[in-house]
């Protein structure tokens, strides 16, 4: 791969402006590093069901308890976050939204509808419903991260901050929040300081594939390429290493290109199931 002509034309390329904003609310993306709202335990379905491990089945468990019930609090929480995690943000969207309406008040509804937001693109409402999904008197780190995420979204870089610095404040060096405070710096084209900030999230033993996703890409954004190449595939198996240098490889490579599609799949490597 050749060296960028221009970091300026690099960043707002067709293809990584697409990866960018998908990682900060998306789901089937390069990097679904927002915190989860709801905690593993929430996210799956009960012992014994047969869909603990496999989202697509959830959706057909609780799904079922959802149309057998659509007030039925639980179901609509697990069925929501099921549609998340196969990737079908709009029914998602809408389960949760019926949801919170009839339940009013309910935080988990209410953070699970504005999760389902901010990954279907729609930040400021997402900001707003998460608003109302914890008190200042008792945050919730997910939650503020995630209202970062949204801010980012929308622009507001130095809002986005503070409410990472917030939940930093919950979670020292929680690599989930740092990543994203690393792509808010990328989206303000600081490059220096997002790689910074993605290496304490990488040095984390809690950081994940996704983090190690957005690493490479800074680098690699940055020019250098094999070390870029060098992290996105260290200590994984050759099959999956070699499916995210692919995938880092094409999305630097549209810098030529920038009208070019991003890339058609995602590495599996990339995919932590969102919670």
Not at 79 to 94: E, H, I, K, M, P
Not at 161 to 190: F, H, Q, T
Not at 250 to 265: C, E, I, V, W, Y
Request: aromatic share 4%; proline share 5%; net charge positive.
């Amino acid at each position: 791969m050749r060296q960028p002509s221009s970091l300026a034309r690099l960043l707002a390329s067709a293809a990584v402006t697409a990866i960018l904003a998908a990682s900060l609310g998306g789901c089937k993306t390069m990097s679904d590093i927002t915190g989860s709202i709801g905690s593993k335990a929430e996210a799956s379905p009960n012992p014994g069901s047969g869909a603990e491990a496999d989202p697509r089945r959830a959706v057909e468990v609780y799904g079922e308890r959802y149309r057998a019930n659509p007030k039925d609090a639980d179901a609509a929480l697990r069925y929501g976050q099921a549609l998340r995690a196969t990737g079908q943000r709009a029914q998602a969207v809408a389960v949760f939204e019926q949801a919170t309406i009839a339940h009013t008040g309910n935080k988990a509804l209410l953070a699970g509808y504005g999760r389902a937001l901010a990954d279907n693109g729609n930040s400021q409402r997402a900001f707003d419903v998460l608003s109302r999904a914890h008190s200042p008197d008792n945050p919730d780190w997910r939650i503020l991260s995630v209202q970062g995420t949204a801010l980012d979204q929308l622009g507001r870089h130095d809002d986005a901050r503070r409410y990472y610095a917030g939940a930093l404040a919950i979670v020292p060096e929680e690599p989930s929040v740092l990543s994203n405070l690393g792509l808010s710096y990328v989206l303000s084209k600081d490059l220096p300081k997002a790689e910074e900030t993605l290496r304490r999230a990488y040095g984390s033993a809690r950081a994940d594939a996704r983090v190690r996703q957005n690493l490479g890409l800074v680098v690699g954004l940055q020019g250098r390429f094999s070390e870029a190449e060098s992290i996105v595939k260290a200590d994984l198996p050759a099959e999956e290493a070699a499916a995210n240098v692919a995938y880092l490889q094409q999305m630097l490579a549209r810098k030529d290109n920038p009208r070019a599609g991003r890339p058609a799949s995602v590495p599996v490597a990339a995919l932590n199931r969102p919670n």
